[in-house]
């Protein structure tokens, strides 16, 4: 794992759009996946703009959901799916090749399940996988305690997760399970950029980059894929 303390929130964001585009500019037929929340807002504005501007290419690239509450649909505010719209999406002025997101509302989760491992198996494995970490050390909803083997899965929300959701929809939703990509699938991943931001990640930052690697703190497993790069701000490094 590689390391990157940045200046601050604006500097940490920089450096992981710089690693997103230089994946993409290695291989334009990428599959990349971006995480929402509020971590990835700047990273993938700064993604954006490089798009627009004409510096980076994305004309073969294919995106693919990370993860996605359960019940929740694009129109919802605090999904993953309107994230995807309204930071990238919908603010490209130029062309993709396709992108694959995950409906938390539909009826039949097991399909969505297997459309996303389908996806991911047809077009993958991931050029890139963006994360976040949550307090709980979790990526995507790999929850702690979660199966390091599992590809795309409904899982309940740990109560780490469900305390710090409302910060995403308010008490509008009460999500009990989140839908995801599998651990399986992001240590396959060619290259993992973790993010992390802020005084409060960085207990949890420590225990995924320096303590044993283990289901408790799902993060801890990205300390042998062989191409991970944590970009983090000094306040989050600051237990490291
Ligand atoms: P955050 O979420 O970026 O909103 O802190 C991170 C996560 O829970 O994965």
Request: hydrophobic residues 40%.
């Amino acid at each position: 794992m590689q390391l990157i303390v940045c200046r601050d929130y604006n500097e940490m964001s920089r450096r992981a759009a710089g690693l997103a585009a230089e994946s993409i500019r290695e291989k334009p037929s990428a599959l990349v996946s971006f995480p929402g929340g509020e971590t990835p807002v700047g990273m993938v504005s700064l993604f954006v703009d490089m798009v627009n501007r004409g510096e980076l290419d994305i004309s073969g690239t294919r995106f693919v959901s990370l993860d996605e509450w359960v019940g929740l649909s694009g129109t919802d505010e605090g999904s993953c799916r309107l994230f995807l719209h309204e930071k990238l999406l919908g603010r490209l002025r130029r062309p993709f090749a396709d992108v694959h997101i995950i409906d938390g509302a539909a009826e039949d989760l097991g399909s969505e399940c297997a459309a996303l491992d389908d996806y991911i198996a047809r077009y993958g494995p991931l050029t890139l996988s963006v994360l976040g970490i949550g307090l709980n050390g979790h990526l995507g909803f790999n929850e702690d305690g979660v199966d390091f083997t599992l590809n795309a899965h409904i899982t309940p929300l740990s109560e780490t997760t469900k305390n710090v959701m409302h910060k995403y929809f308010g008490e509008k939703f009460h999500p009990a399970f989140g839908i995801t990509q599998g651990l399986a699938q992001i240590m396959r991943a060619e290259k993992v950029v973790l993010i992390a931001s802020g005084a409060h990640k960085a207990g949890i930052l420590r225990k995924a980059l320096c303590g044993e690697v283990s289901e408790s703190v799902p993060a801890s497993l990205l300390q042998r894929h062989p191409n991970c790069f944590a970009v983090v701000d000094e306040a989050a490094a600051a237990l490291l």
